[in-house]
């Protein structure tokens, strides 16, 4: 017990005063460059003080062209002597007086090194601070970007489309990347951002004190990229729970890999928050594609901020009429579906049903052009309306090369389209394909490199409906990927090519880098998916107005209604060229809402946006060639 108390004892030895007092040396040192500075001008008045009071005390006098009345006269030389080191070479008087200033003089040396040495430290560490952005981004009703990866360069080119119409717009983006290095990415891969100001910071949105530096509470809204890394989601929900851990503030969009983290993200996120699954959303859109060729290029201008968009619109004067009566009430608005006031939406509802107090759902040029929209006066050819019946649609026959974390989602989205009778054949090198429980499709699974030819020879590949290549990016990095996907498109370029547009197998790509999109449509890609590029559209509507989620998860579900591009002899006889408004007329009879048309290969038109036309006026003529497509929502 005795021992113990001595143990105790040792531990409880107090600290000397030397120990005391270095201690609170070292804690005021720790305060920076201002804590540096003030010891060193402390040093400096007590070396003058020292000095003048010695000369005063020893009775040496300079010379009489150095004489400065009283101490406070030996103070001042004493100061000039040490921070001047040219004074002492004007000293006069005796030896042992000018000795004792050139021993001031060199330890001011010292000090004034010192302290010239602490300044330039200290402003380059402020310089350092603020070329890393550490300053707190004073912005309201800004957009807060939260991540980084090659998303943010299409989120940043949208939002300044979107922020056309605003005053003093600003996007900022916080990421554990060099704010230099963003801003300079930005600059040069976005190039002209329409008065839109871009402002970086340093740091970790897992962090609260970084997040602050966003001012996020101020935001419009906040986007969370998914970050790289084996555990990405992680990352996304710790995020959200920095983010909504005080309650309010502005909406949330974030994008979750794994469609097993979603209903965690949900409960972390709460109302504030969409969350948007990566992985299923390009599956579906990967299948809706490779189902008709040029769906892409409807599903891009509907979700980029250039051109036509989607909006809510409310005209009291259309309350007593039925949706079929709406939608052929604009000339350059279409209307696609009906909101309920419970804030139900749905798309291309019965055509029967009663605005009443519903808001539309329109593709418009822009909102601003709604309340004051003319109405159609566009005349209807009754005698060029199509009523025959029309086939139903026959088995499928697709070809898939490739295999990734999203083939199995895309695997289950064909069974969701196809006629029972219908085949699915996967080639793949790389990956394990783990094909799920199918209804409609029989698939087989075949080993192979599908960037050699003699694979693919093996194939007969003309005799496919649909050919979906997809990316090796589980496997390879993100260029190697695309190049092996490029490799086979070039094969099934020469395989197919040499047959006419429409009697060929649709062939749909996903490419993970948007730069490598025009070397694809070199090989005569129907379309190209992006996986990032069509992510990021998405992810910047929702940004400027969250209630477009439900319109968004009605347009790419099997189950709603869905984009569709069918032959326009279904709809209106071939001759001479007709109104949309006609178009428009066959399709309400069918029971489903014309978007648009897609021209021919052979039209004069067919090269802009790959003879796509969303949202024409109803006035305006459409040829009908053969090859021709009507682009409507429908029930499949």
Not at 194 to 213: I, M, Q, W, Y
Request: charged letters at 25%; proline letters at 3%.
């Amino acid at each position: 017990m005795q021992q113990g108390n001595q143990k105790q004892g040792k531990a409880r030895v107090e600290p000397t005063g030397g120990a005391k007092l270095r201690y609170w040396f070292d804690g005021t040192m720790a305060r920076g460059t201002s804590a540096l500075v003030a010891w060193l001008a402390v040093v400096t008045v007590a070396l003058i003080l020292v000095f003048a009071v010695f000369v005063s005390l020893t009775g040496l006098e300079p010379g009489q062209g150095n004489v400065k009345g009283g101490f406070l006269g030996r103070v001042l030389t004493t100061f000039f002597h040490t921070l001047d080191p040219g004074t002492v070479a004007g000293d006069s008087g005796t030896w042992r007086y000018i000795a004792t200033m050139l021993v001031l003089t060199v330890a001011g040396l010292f000090i004034v090194s010192a302290l010239i040495g602490v300044i330039a430290t200290g402003i380059d560490d402020k310089l350092a601070e603020l070329r890393r952005g550490r300053s707190l981004v004073i912005e309201k009703d800004h957009t807060v970007i939260l991540g980084w990866s090659d998303s943010v360069f299409a989120i940043v080119r949208e939002l300044s489309i979107a922020n056309e119409s605003r005053k003093r717009p600003a996007v900022v983006i916080l990421a554990e990347q060099d704010k230099v290095e963003m801003e300079e990415a930005i600059r040069e891969k976005v190039g002209d951002l329409k008065g839109t100001r871009v402002v970086c910071r340093t740091g970790s949105a897992l962090d609260l004190g970084d997040l602050a530096l966003t001012n996020h509470g101020l935001a419009r809204s906040i986007i969370v990229l998914s970050p790289g890394g084996d555990e990405p989601d992680s990352e996304v929900i710790k995020t959200l729970l920095a983010l909504t851990h005080d309650g309010a503030g502005p909406h949330i969009v974030a994008e979750i890999q794994d469609p097993q983290n979603l209903e965690a993200a949900r409960l972390v996120g709460g109302d504030r928050t969409v969350i948007v699954d990566k992985r299923e959303t390009i599956a579906r859109l990967i299948v809706q594609t490779s189902r008709q060729s040029g769906a892409a290029a409807v599903y891009t201008e509907l979700f980029d901020f250039d051109g036509d968009e989607i909006y809510f619109h409310s005209d009291a004067s259309l309350a007593g009429s039925t949706f079929a009566e709406a939608i052929t009430a604009y000339e350059t608005a279409s209307v696609i579906g009906l909101v309920s006031p419970d804030g139900y939406v749905e798309l291309n509802p019965a055509m029967d049903t009663v605005v009443g107090g519903s808001e539309l759902v329109v593709v418009a040029e822009d909102d601003s052009v709604l309340a004051s929209a003319a109405r159609s006066t566009a005349s209807v050819d009754e005698s060029r309306i199509n009523t025959a019946a029309v086939a139903p649609e026959a088995t499928s026959k697709v070809l898939m090369l490739g295999w990734n974390e999203r083939a199995a989602t895309v695997v289950r989205e064909l069974d969701e389209y196809a006629q029972a009778g219908s085949t699915l054949e996967i080639l793949t090198e790389l990956g394990t394909p783990d094909v799920p429980d199918l209804t409609n499709l029989t698939a087989t699974v075949t080993r192979g490199r599908t960037s050699d030819r003699a694979t693919l020879d093996r194939f007969d590949v003309k005799e496919y409906d649909q050919i979906i290549v997809l990316c090796y990016s589980d496997e390879l990095p993100v260029q190697r990927a695309d190049a092996r996907t490029l490799v086979t498109l070039l094969h099934l370029r020469e395989i197919v090519g040499d047959r006419t547009k429409g009697e060929r197998p649709s062939v749909v790509s996903e490419m993970l880098d948007d730069r490598n999109r025009a070397l694809a449509q070199v090989a005569h890609v129907d379309d190209v998916i992006v996986s990032d590029e069509i992510l990021s559209l998405i992810l910047s509507q929702l940004s400027e107005n969250d209630r477009l989620e439900a319109v968004f998860q009605d347009l790419l579900d099997a189950d709603g209604a869905e984009i569709y591009l069918r032959p326009v002899r279904d709809y209106v006889l071939e001759g001479e060229p007709v109104t949309y408004a006609t178009v428009v007329a066959s399709a309400v009879r069918r029971g489903e809402t014309a978007l648009g048309y897609r021209v021919s290969a052979e039209s004069d038109d067919a090269d802009a946006n790959h003879g796509v036309y969303v949202n024409p006026a109803k006035s305006a003529m459409f040829g009908v060639l053969p090859a021709d497509r009507v682009v409507v929502l429908a029930e499949s």
